[in-house]
Nanobody, 127 residues
Framework: QVQLVESGGGLVQAGGSLRLSCTAS????????MGWFRRTPEKEREFVAA????????YYADSVKGRFTISRDNAESTVYLQMNSLEPEDTAVYYC????????????????????WGQGTQVTVSS
């Protein structure tokens, strides 16, 4: 099994920044893609960003493009989400996800592409 643990959430004012981290442990895979999703009580799970095993490919939702940056440190089995210029609309529980399968194209943006999920970390942006 794989365990994913997120950290870095919290309360921040609009315009501020946060960096989320997600560390994977347990079963080892030769390579895996990772992503971030978010959910609010009003919205279904929404894709935020994803990154390929080597970090050569990154994907972003239009709503966060230019403000959020996804990166990874494979030596630490950790993926990061740097969130800048935060807006109240970014308030959500953020989840990281992992898949050992090769994914590409629009499938990357869907939750069913990922096999393992973290418990989530709350991000609250005040206006």
């Amino acid at each position: 099994q794989v365990q994913l643990v997120e950290s870095g959430g919290g309360l921040v004012q609009a315009g501020g920044s946060l960096r989320l981290s997600c560390t994977a442990s347990g079963r080892a895979f030769s390579n895996y893609a990772m992503g971030w999703f978010r959910r609010t009580p009003e919205k279904e799970r929404e894709f935020v960003a994803a990154i390929s095993w080597r970090g050569s490919s990154t994907y972003y939702a239009d709503s966060v493009k230019g403000r959020f940056t996804i990166s990874r440190d494979n030596a630490e089995s950790t993926v990061y989400l740097q969130m800048n210029s935060l807006e109240p609309e970014d308030t959500a529980v953020y989840y990281c996800a992992l898949t050992p399968r090769f994914i590409s194209g629009t499938y990357v943006y869907t939750g069913r592409a990922y096999d393992y999920w973290g418990q989530g970390t709350q991000v609250t942006v005040s206006s």
